[in-house]
């Protein structure tokens, strides 16, 4: 694909967003990937070489975040993290296994949808700004009941894991235990006062948040530029206002 690297990731470049679950693998994996859209246009990459890719030709995708590897182009978080994960040794081996995490993975592409939708309720191509009534409904309604529920599901996945609490599925750590820290770092930045509050029902998806940015890749990459700080443009915003 690329002389410099097997993986070309395409994803907005000014937000962590949902290409930071694909980001965190590679990163985790310690596999070199090149993250296009954050290059110079003058060199070929940038924003323009990714939108190209989905304006047509065969097998366009409709949203980043894709992938680029092996002769493919492949969009769908979560379906992007079930190919590359075996050959970046962050799934267990068996098909079991891969399919539990799989689903986990569908679970959280979920949840993402209902965060996004706390400050864009009415629709996506409006502004905040424009939505911000329905959004406070929207957002006391997940914090009051989905995020609860989702992180109450998740709490238990982990208590319930034959191998231990300290992953998600088998023994060492998968794409699903970098999206849970992703998922606990994105609330804490959202819904501070809300996460705080759940807190005390969710011991294991904290203790794996710590582990998970104390791995050293992941702690490196936490450290470099390359991890494009929590803004409001992306998918986990702090909106006082929301954080009910
Ligand atoms: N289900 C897809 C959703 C992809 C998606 O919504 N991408 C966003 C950025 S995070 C986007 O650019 N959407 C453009 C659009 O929906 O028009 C996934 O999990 O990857």
Do not use: C
Request: aromatic share 10%; no cysteine; hydrophobic share 45%.
């Amino acid at each position: 694909v690329s002389k410099e690297a097997p993986y070309l990731l395409y994803y907005w470049p000014g937000i962590q967003g949902r290409g930071e679950f694909v980001r965190l693998a590679f990163e985790a994996a310690g596999t070199a990937y090149v993250d296009v859209a954050r290059r110079s246009a003058s060199s070929g990459m940038g924003l323009p070489a990714m939108m190209k890719l989905m304006q047509g030709g065969v097998r366009a995708p409709l949203a980043p975040p894709f992938v680029a590897a092996h002769g493919e182009l492949v969009a769908q978080t979560a379906h992007i993290l079930q190919w590359l994960a075996p050959e970046l040794g962050l799934v267990p081996k068996d098909a079991k296994s891969r399919r539990w995490a799989h689903q986990l993975q569908l679970t959280v592409t979920d949840l993402l949808l209902e965060v996004h939708d706390t400050h864009h309720p009415l629709a996506t191509h409006l502004y905040y700004e424009d939505q911000k009534a329905a959004a406070r409904k929207r957002a006391a309604a997940f914090v009051a009941q989905r995020m609860p529920k989702f992180l109450g599901y998740f709490e238990r996945v982990l208590a319930a894991n034959p191998a231990g609490p300290a992953h998600a599925v088998g023994r060492s750590l998968s794409y699903v235990d970098l999206s849970l820290f992703q998922v606990i770092a994105g609330l804490r930045y959202a819904f501070p006062r809300a996460l705080a509050r759940l807190a005390p029902a969710i011991p294991h998806l904290l203790t794996l948040n710590e582990r998970v940015g104390r791995v050293p890749n992941v702690a490196r990459y936490l450290k470099s530029k390359r991890r494009i700080p929590f803004n409001e443009n992306g998918i986990f915003r702090h909106y006082p206002e929301l954080d009910h």
